[in-house]
């Protein structure tokens, strides 16, 4: 019997994963209105420790109210290096401080700092500079994408299944997958910001790369205290070689379990 039952798990998987890649496929580009235009990522690499992080958390904010409704992707990681200084930000993973290395090295940089803002792995700059910001997502919003993404988000089991199809992916490239809380705050008792309490927004709470292909199925563990109707997910593919994002999507995340 439990042989039996654990097949019929597996089995009904299958078939459900099977279907979101098929829909997928039956999709062409004029279901998706920001096909054929410029998207932006921004990703804001910032602390609960750092007296300078508070204005470009406002400022990404900011964007995110100016730019509703537009193919702008926010991402917030807050790195842990400040953490000896006093206060832990809870935010914080060793992970996201990995990730802004790799930008360091992408883009020849000598040093990492916060607040510090990248805008399609290809513009860095510092977090709360607002108009060279607004300059570098300008740019990117009129550029033509040279690649798509289009992807759909179940949950099931404790799991996030994600069926994506890509379009000019090319080599070297890899499906990125951020599990993103929309709002937080925090009472900082201790260290430079201590007294105050600050605001968050789009705060990357799990990101997984995985080999980009034509398309596929693929899933994340759901950190814990996960909730669809408070957190979002974005996709984007991004170059293993240079660290540039080539398409970005939000898919809508369907609850089934």
Known sequence: MKTNII???????????????????SK???????ANKGFAVIELFTSEGCSSCPPADKLLAKIQEENAGKPVY???????????????????????????YQYANWLNLETVYTPQAVVNGRHELIGSQEETLKRALNIEL?????????????????????????????????????????VAHT???RGENAGRLLPHVQIVRRIQSFPAAASGNVSVNL????????????????????????????????RRL
């Not at 917030?76 to 809870?90: I, K, L, T």
């Not at 550029?143 to 379009?167: D, M």
């Not at 170059?239 to 999507?249: D, F, L, M, W």
């Open 28 to 34: 062409t580009t004029t279901d998706n209105p920001d």
């Open 223 to 254: 950190p814990e205290g996960f909730n669809p109707n408070e957190w979002e997910v974005i996709t984007f593919l991004q170059s293993t070689q240079n660290g540039a994002i080539i398409a970005a999507n939000r898919p809508d995340i369907d």
């Open 74 to 100: 926010l991402l917030a990681f807050h790195v842990d290096y400040w953490n000896h200084q006093g206060w832990r930000d809870v935010f914080s993973d060793k992970e996201y401080t990995k990730r802004q």
């Open 142 to 182: 009129n550029a033509t994408p040279t690649a798509q993404l289009n992807a759909e988000a179940q949950i099931e089991a404790g799991k996030l299944k994600l069926a994506y199809q890509t379009t000019n992916a090319g080599r070297g490239t890899v499906l990125q997958v951020a599990l993103v809380q929309k």
């Open 187 to 189: 009472m900082v008792k």
């Open 7 to 25: 097949t019929s798990l597996f089995l009904t998987l299958g078939i459900s994963l099977s279907a979101m890649a098929s829909d997928l496929n």
